[in-house]
């Protein structure tokens, strides 16, 4: 049945909202996060609860179009040409439980939820360093943390998730009821089905201590190097970030960052615990700005500096292999050419810990790399006018030697696949687990490649 005909009559039976092209409001709702991604589905739909879900489901099939469930519109790909997207704010579910550490999380929530939720509990969740990215999208994409070195993959911390499946059942399940389905979840999005909740390891965190060293920028190359050297013997429980950032002269700016260019070290670990290590790296140079004490994840989602709001904006992520002095001085190099200016922000992440060895077997994985890499492009006004594609494939090129063997799916950049995150053995196993589960393809196939 053609799209129009089956909706047209989903249309009287939804409690909640169906928009199509044309409709009031449809160019709002069908706008991923990233205002830079143009996608074009034939409808979005916003079930007001399991049931509605449900009708969309069965009209999709009927029509023969894919759903794409979207919950924040984040980690969007553009390529939702005919989809209908499901927005799953309804689902909003959150319990937590303190003594098993444990908590249940609806689809249509948000990090900064859970994350005050958790406050001062001694507790603290697996989440993303935006307080607005779903918790479903950032988990059954991999998802990278504060804590990753502590506790894995966002993914890795997936118990159970409750399910739509394509023929409309719904259900709980977990590793021993449908292992091939959890490790599918586990990184590589629904794939094999309509995710509704999840539930999700918390993780023990009584003592939080951050720690931040601001560097000149022509101190870059040594700061990264001691970050290096001093990552071999760092604990599971240290996680560190090291941001070079070379702001625009744009006059939204703070005057202290207005077109200055620097580089962060920053630390979270237990109070003690990064004492040598930050040792280490002030001896790197010389700190323009330290600041250190307790702190939490609401803390640390306040001081990201992410947006709250949509914006527009490219990029580009690496797992790395390796940090080689060669690398080094080629990415500092980089970084200082006056043409480079378009890449505002490169993100370097450390790896290992318990990314090295993760509790429970899922298609993502980072047990390969020692570094993630991201660098941003924003388009915001006072920002360079060009685009920054040339910029971002001569990174890319100078990167390519020390690059892992795959990255993690949440940090993929419009067009790519998961090729990228995975063996040819594993996507082999993806494929098998999709045509078992819906073997009629009304699920979207995300970035799964052809």
Same mark, same amino acid.
């Given at each position: 049945?053609?799209?129009?005909?089956?909706?047209?009559?989903?249309?009287?039976?939804?409690?909640?909202? *169906?928009?199509?092209?044309?409709?009031?409001?449809?160019?709002?709702?069908?706008?991923?996060?990233?205002?830079?991604?143009?996608?074009?589905?034939?409808?979005? #739909? !916003?079930?007001?609860?399991?049931?509605?879900?449900?009708?969309?489901?069965?009209?999709?099939?009927?029509?023969?179009?894919?759903?794409?469930?979207?919950?924040?519109?984040?980690?969007?790909?553009? +390529?939702?040409?005919? #989809?209908?997207?499901?927005?799953?704010?309804?689902?909003?579910?959150?319990?937590?439980?303190?003594?098993?550490?444990?908590?249940?999380?609806?689809?249509?929530?948000?990090?900064?939820?859970?994350?005050?939720?958790?406050?001062?509990?001694?507790?603290?969740?697996?989440?993303?360093?935006?307080?607005?990215? /779903?918790?479903?999208?950032?988990?059954?994409?991999?998802?990278?943390?504060?804590?990753?070195?502590?506790?894995?993959?966002?993914?890795?911390?997936?118990?159970?998730?409750?399910?739509?499946?394509?023929?409309?059942?719904?259900?709980?399940?977990?590793?021993?009821?449908?292992?091939?389905?959890?490790?599918?979840? =586990?990184? %590589?999005?629904?794939?094999?089905?309509?995710?509704?909740?999840?539930?999700?390891?918390?993780?023990?965190?009584?003592?939080?201590?951050?720690?931040?060293?601001?560097?000149?920028?022509?101190?870059? %190359?040594?700061?990264?190097?001691?970050?290096?050297?001093?990552?071999?013997?760092?604990?599971?429980?240290?996680?560190? @970030?090291?941001?070079?950032?070379?702001?625009?002269?744009?006059?939204?700016?703070?005057?202290?960052?207005?077109?200055?260019?620097?580089?962060?070290?920053?630390?979270?670990?237990?109070?003690?615990?990064?004492?040598?290590?930050?040792?280490?790296?002030?001896?790197?140079?010389?700190?323009?700005?330290?600041?250190?004490?307790?702190?939490?994840?609401?803390?640390?989602?306040?001081?990201?500096?992410?947006?709250?709001?949509?914006?527009?904006?490219?990029? #580009?992520?690496?797992?790395?292999?390796? *940090?080689?002095?060669?690398?080094?001085?080629?990415?500092?190099?980089? =970084?200082?050419?006056?043409?480079?200016?378009?890449?505002?922000?490169?993100?370097?992440?450390?790896?290992?810990?318990?990314?090295?060895?993760?509790?429970? /077997?899922?298609?993502? /994985?980072?047990?390969?790399?020692?570094?993630?890499?991201?660098?941003?492009?924003?388009?915001?006004?006072?920002?360079?006018?060009?685009?920054? +594609?040339?910029?971002?494939?001569?990174?890319?090129?100078?990167?390519?030697?020390?690059?892992?063997?795959?990255?993690?799916?949440? @940090?993929?950049?419009?067009?790519?696949?998961?090729?990228?995150?995975? !063996?040819?053995? +594993?996507?082999?196993?993806?494929?098998?687990?999709?045509?078992?589960?819906?073997?009629?393809?009304?699920?979207?196939?995300?970035? *799964?490649? =052809?």
């Amino acid at each position: 049945m053609p799209l129009l005909t089956a909706f047209d009559a989903l249309l009287s039976e939804l409690d909640g909202s *169906l928009l199509r092209a044309g409709d009031d409001g449809f160019d709002a709702a069908r706008r991923p996060w990233n205002l830079s991604i143009d996608q074009l589905p034939a409808a979005v #739909a !916003t079930p007001a609860g399991l049931d509605d879900l449900r009708r969309i489901l069965a009209a999709a099939c009927e029509a023969g179009t894919p759903i794409a469930v979207q919950p924040s519109g984040h980690g969007a790909s553009g +390529d939702l040409a005919g #989809a209908v997207i499901v927005r799953t704010a309804a689902f909003d579910r959150l319990d937590i439980d303190l003594e098993a550490g444990v908590v249940v999380v609806g689809s249509g929530v948000r990090w900064g939820a859970v994350v005050d939720a958790l406050e001062g509990t001694g507790w603290a969740a697996p989440a993303g360093t935006s307080p607005v990215v /779903s918790v479903a999208g950032y988990t059954l994409g991999g998802g990278h943390s504060w804590f990753s070195r502590t506790a894995g993959l966002g993914s890795d911390n997936l118990r159970a998730a409750w399910v739509l499946r394509s023929d409309g059942t719904h259900e709980r399940i977990d590793d021993d009821s449908d292992r091939e389905a959890m490790w599918a979840l =586990r990184g %590589a999005g629904g794939v094999v089905g309509i995710v509704t909740a999840l539930e999700i390891d918390l993780v023990r965190a009584p003592e939080q201590w951050g720690a931040s060293l601001t560097f000149d920028a022509a101190d870059s %190359a040594a700061v990264i190097r001691a970050v290096r050297d001093l990552a071999a013997s760092a604990a599971a429980t240290l996680n560190v @970030f090291t941001n070079s950032m070379r702001m625009p002269d744009a006059p939204m700016l703070p005057e202290e960052i207005r077109g200055k260019s620097f580089v962060t070290v920053q630390a979270l670990s237990s109070h003690g615990a990064a004492d040598a290590f930050l040792a280490g790296v002030r001896r790197a140079g010389a700190v323009q700005r330290e600041t250190s004490g307790p702190t939490s994840p609401a803390a640390l989602a306040a001081a990201s500096g992410e947006p709250t709001d949509p914006t527009a904006g490219r990029g #580009a992520s690496l797992a790395l292999d390796r *940090l080689d002095d060669a690398t080094i001085d080629a990415l500092v190099q980089f =970084r200082q050419a006056p043409e480079q200016s378009p890449i505002v922000g490169i993100d370097l992440r450390m790896l290992g810990g318990a990314l090295d060895a993760p509790r429970r /077997s899922g298609f993502a /994985s980072l047990a390969s790399a020692s570094w993630l890499l991201h660098a941003l492009v924003p388009n915001f006004p006072g920002a360079p006018a060009e685009p920054g +594609d040339a910029s971002i494939a001569g990174l890319l090129e100078l990167l390519a030697p020390v690059a892992a063997d795959r990255t993690v799916p949440t @940090f993929l950049t419009p067009g790519q696949t998961l090729e990228r995150c995975a !063996t040819a053995a +594993d996507l082999d196993r993806l494929r098998a687990i999709r045509a078992s589960a819906d073997p009629d393809g009304v699920l979207h196939e995300g970035r *799964l490649p =052809r």
